[in-house]
C-alpha cells in the first residue's frame, strides 16, 4: 500500500522540513500523480478534471438544469450538497435523503459522476452506495471516526483541507483515509482563514505546488469558497491551474441570487461557460488539455 508522501519528493515521513520538499522536475507529471477514477471519467491524468454544480440541492428542476448545462460546456463531474454544514443552525441544512435519490437521477440523466459531501459516519453506507465520490468538507477534515469510515468504503474521497489547517495536517487526515485501505484519494485546497477580510478565504496557490512535491495523490482547488465572491472566482481558478492544480471544484446555480446557500460566489450559467473558455489556453500553457479521460484497465 502506498504511503501519502514520499510518491513525488525525498520525504518519507511527516516530518519534513520544507528544505525536504525537492523533486525531480525531470519527472512528467502524468508518470507521478496517480490517477483516480470517478465513474468514468479521472483526475490527475494530464486532462483536468472540472467538477461543477449547486451548493446544495434544491430540487430536481434546478439540478437537472445545472447538470445539462456544466455537462454542455465542458464539465466532468456533477456537485451537489446534499447534507450541509452551515455555520447557523437556523440555515438551509440541505434535502438529505431526497436529494441523493435526484442526484442519482441527474447522474442518469446527464452521465455525469456525482461528487457530494459526507458529514456523519452514519450516512457513509447510504451516500457510498450512490455518489460516486465522498466528499470531505473542510469543517470535518479532522472529524477522525468519518475519515476511518470513509476510509473502509472503496468510493473515491476528495478531502478538503479545513479553514486554519496546515499543509502536514491535512497529508495526516488522508493518510487516516488510507490506512483503513482506501488509496483513492484526492486533496483539495479551498482557501484558509487569514486576516485578510477582501475574500471569504485566502487562497493559498502555494499548497498546491508543495503538495504536488509532496504526494502523488490528485490536487484539485476550489476557488469559489477562497473567494466568497463569484466575480474573483474565474481569476483564482485560472491561478490555480497555472499553479500545478490537476482540476477545480466550482459552484454553479441556474439563479444564484435565489440560491438558498452560498449564492454570492456561485458562477451562473454564463459566467461558467466564460470561465471554461478562458481555462483552455492556461492549461495548453502547463502542458494540460481540458479534453476528457477515461481510466485503462
Known amino acids: 500500500m502506498q504511503k501519502i508522501v514520499g510518491a513525488r519528493s525525498r520525504v518519507t515521513s511527516f516530518t519534513a522540513t ?48 445545472t447538470a445539462s448545462a456544466v455537462r ?3 464539465a466532468h463531474a456533477l456537485r451537489g ?27 442518469a440523466e446527464s452521465g455525469l459522476p456525482i461528487v457530494s459531501e459526507v ?11 450512490v455518489v460516486d465520490v465522498l466528499q470531505i468538507g473542510a469543517r470535518s477534515m479532522q472529524n477522525y471516526a468519518l475519515l476511518a469510515e470513509v ?10 483541507r479545513g479553514l486554519s489547517a496546515t499543509i502536514q495536517e491535512l497529508l495526516h487526515a488522508a493518510e487516516h483515509i488510507r490506512v483503513q485501505g482506501n488509496e483513492a484519494i484526492i486533496l483539495c485546497e479551498r482557501g484558509i482563514r487569514t486576516f485578510e477580510p477582501s475574500t471569504r478565504n485566502t487562497l493559498d496557490v502555494s499548497a498546491v505546488a508543495v503538495l504536488k512535491a509532496e504526494t502523488h495523490l490528485p490536487v484539485i ?5 477562497a473567494a466568497g465572491n463569484a466575480s474573483l472566482v474565474t481569476p483564482l481558478a485560472l491561478a490555480a491551474i497555472a499553479a500545478g492544480a490537476d482540476g477545480l471544484l466550482i459552484e454553479v446555480h441556474p439563479t444564484p441570487a435565489s440560491a438558498m446557500s452560498d449564492g454570492e460566489q ?22 494540460r488539455t481540458l479534453a476528457a479521460q477515461r481510466m485503462v484497465a
Open 119 to 129: 458529514m456523519d459516519p452514519r450516512h457513509v453506507e447510504r451516500m457510498a452506495s
Open 81 to 107: 450538497g446534499a447534507y450541509k454544514p452551515r455555520t447557523s443552525p437556523h440555515s438551509f441544512q440541505g434535502m438529505g435523503d431526497a436529494a441523493l435519490d435526484l442526484l442519482a437521477e441527474a447522474r
Open 221 to 225: 482547488v476550489d476557488p469559489s469558497h
Open 151 to 160: 476510509g473502509r468504503t472503496r468510493v473515491p474521497v476528495l478531502l478538503k
Open 18 to 65: 520544507s528544505a525536504a520538499l525537492e523533486c525531480d522536475e525531470s519527472l512528467q507529471l502524468s508518470s507521478i500523480t496517480k490517477p483516480i477514477a470517478m465513474g468514468e471519467a479521472v483526475v490527475g491524468g494530464t486532462a483536468l478534471t472540472i467538477i461543477a454544480g449547486p451548493c446544495s440541492v434544491e430540487g430536481r428542476g434546478m439540478l437537472n438544469d
Open 266 to 287: 456561485s458562477l451562473d450559467f454564463a459566467m461558467f461557460g466564460d470561465l471554461m473558455r478562458r481555462l483552455g489556453p492556461i492549461a495548453n500553457a502547463v502542458g
Open 72 to 74: 454542455r460546456m465542458g
